[in-house]
T-cell receptor, first 112, second 113 residues
Framework: QKEVEQDPGPLSVPEGAIVSLNCTYSNSAFQYFMWYRQYSRKGPELLMYTYSSGNKEDGRFTAQVDKSSKYISLFIRDSQPSDSATYLCAMSVSQGAQKLVFGQGTRLTINP | DAGITQSPRHKVTETGTPVTLRCHQTENHRYMYWYRQDPGHGLRLIHY???????DKGEVSDGYSVSRSKTEDFLLTLESATSSQTSVYFCAISRDSMNTEAFFGQGTRLTVV
């Protein structure tokens, strides 16, 4: 079993919809949770970062961590065609990028 | 892309040949990383460096070696390429080891035939 599971999709939604992207994990020691966005033929870029539990909001994006369920989510409100990308979750027990464990990514398409 | 250049961007090579990928940074960051990205696996760490001549193995280091003789350059070598090493390779850099500060290059698409 992988430490981090993420539905690869693809996920296709109409413009303006609320998008929910999710990851589950098995290691209860994970404390740092990240979401990366990766456009086609580009490297990943950090989108959201959450330490421990709770919600974090940044514009149209909300990251949610439920440690009791070992489940994290990324919500995108008022989705735009420019949000079409692959979204990867990543998490780690401690600080240190070398400790990051990535999900396989969910490919998202927002249709105009 | 935060001053990261990967070269080459694309390469096709034959099984059994050595291949070297280069990552060059202009940010003077201490940490550099090599990842591979494959369908169904996400990003997996191959090797990383925490300073000149200081490197360590990642999750999938077998068949790969690295070198860092200058702060700005981190080389990934496939000693004898195999088809299982067909992948997209990403270099990342970070100023310190903070996992929120890793910036990725644009990737090198390697095909081993």
């Amino acid at each position: 079993q992988k430490e981090v599971e993420q539905d690869p999709g693809p996920l296709s939604v109409p413009e303006g919809a609320i998008v929910s992207l999710n990851c589950t994990y098995s290691n209860s020691a994970f404390q740092y949770f990240m979401w990366y966005r990766q456009y086609s033929r580009k490297g990943p870029e950090l989108l959201m970062y959450t330490y421990s539990s709770g919600n974090k909001e940044d514009g149209r994006f909300t990251a949610q961590v439920d440690k009791s369920s070992k489940y994290i989510s990324l919500f995108i409100r008022d989705s735009q065609p420019s949000d079409s990308a692959t979204y990867l979750c990543a998490m780690s027990v401690s600080q240190g990028a070398q400790k990051l464990v990535f999900g396989q990514g969910t490919r998202l398409t927002i249709n105009p | 892309d935060a001053g990261i250049t990967q070269s080459p961007r694309h390469k096709v090579t034959e099984t059994g040949t050595p291949v070297t990928l280069r990552c060059h940074q202009t940010e003077n960051h201490r940490y550099m990383y090599w990842y591979r990205q494959d369908p169904g696996h996400g990003l997996r760490l191959i090797h990383y460096s925490y300073g000149v001549k200081d490197t360590d193995k990642g999750e999938v280091s077998d068949g790969y070696s690295v070198s860092r003789s200058k702060t700005e350059d981190f080389l990934l070598t496939l000693e004898s390429a195999t088809s299982s090493q067909t992948s997209v390779y990403f270099c990342a850099i970070s100023r310190d080891s903070m996992n929120t500060e890793a910036f990725f290059g644009q990737g090198t698409r390697l095909t081993v035939v």
